[in-house]
């Protein structure tokens, strides 16, 4: 058996009658739902499985009719004007002025040394370096250059 609902016109497939209740199936989305029989013949009209027109069963609200004769008045209205769409809204932008270019800055290089390099220059034990950069707290990277490079070497001897 096939369920109507009255407003809407979704057709449901009527899977259970109990005392008091009626379990529906959508029968587009397959989705479940209860409703009591004082709600059932209030919202729905049951069917056999014969094809049913929903036209026949729905009657469409008051406000939507009105709606849809407003809207066919207003698509006519604007099909009767043909007016062109209006130019599009071109926008001149100013030149922008070359700005001097900063001649680039020359760097000096330091040559940095790492860990491994000063150890073997200095004939450390890296492991044991290491434990004394800990224990002074030296953040790394282990690469130094300059007066901390002399600092480092002074401190691993």
Known sequence: MKAVHIDSGKVYRVD???????????AKTGARRTVSHEQFEKYFVLRDNEEVEVSDICT?????????????????????????????RTRTRKPKDPQPKDKPQEKVVESTVN????????????????RVLRKHEIPKPYEWSGTELERIIKLLK
Do not use: H
């Open 16 to 26: 259970d009658i109990m005392s008091g209740q009626i379990k529906l199936t959508s």
């Open 60 to 88: 469409p609200k008051k406000e939507t009719v009105e709606a849809k004769k407003r809207a066919s008045e207003v698509l006519s209205e604007l099909a009767d004007e043909n007016t062109a769409p209006a130019p599009k």
């Open 115 to 130: 860990l491994k390099k000063l150890c073997s220059d200095n004939g450390i034990n890296p492991a044991k370096a290491r």
